[in-house]
């Protein structure tokens, strides 16, 4: 069995690594704006939001969608 996914385009990346480049690309504020969850509204930080959307899964989708939309518009 291989673990190879080539049509997945978040393999190999780290939920730590997509939603530092949502930040430095939206700021908090515009995260907060798209994806309305307290984490990223009040005091945010990498750490408080990894753990919240590691306990999260629809919160965590969301996130990976908007990264997902970035990469479309950017056109990778």
């Not at 080539?6 to 700021?27: A, D, K, S, W, Y």
């Not at 408080?48 to 629809?58: G, Q």
């Amino acid at each position: 069995m291989t673990d190879s996914q080539p049509n997945n385009p978040l393999h190999g990346l780290t939920l730590e690594r997509i939603l530092t480049e949502l930040v430095e690309r939206h700021g908090w504020e515009g995260l907060a704006l798209r994806i309305p969850v307290r984490c990223f509204e009040f005091e945010p930080s990498i750490k408080s939001s990894l753990k919240f959307l590691r306990s999260t899964p629809w919160a965590r989708e969301k996130v990976e969608g908007l990264y997902l939309r970035d990469l479309k518009r950017r056109g990778r």
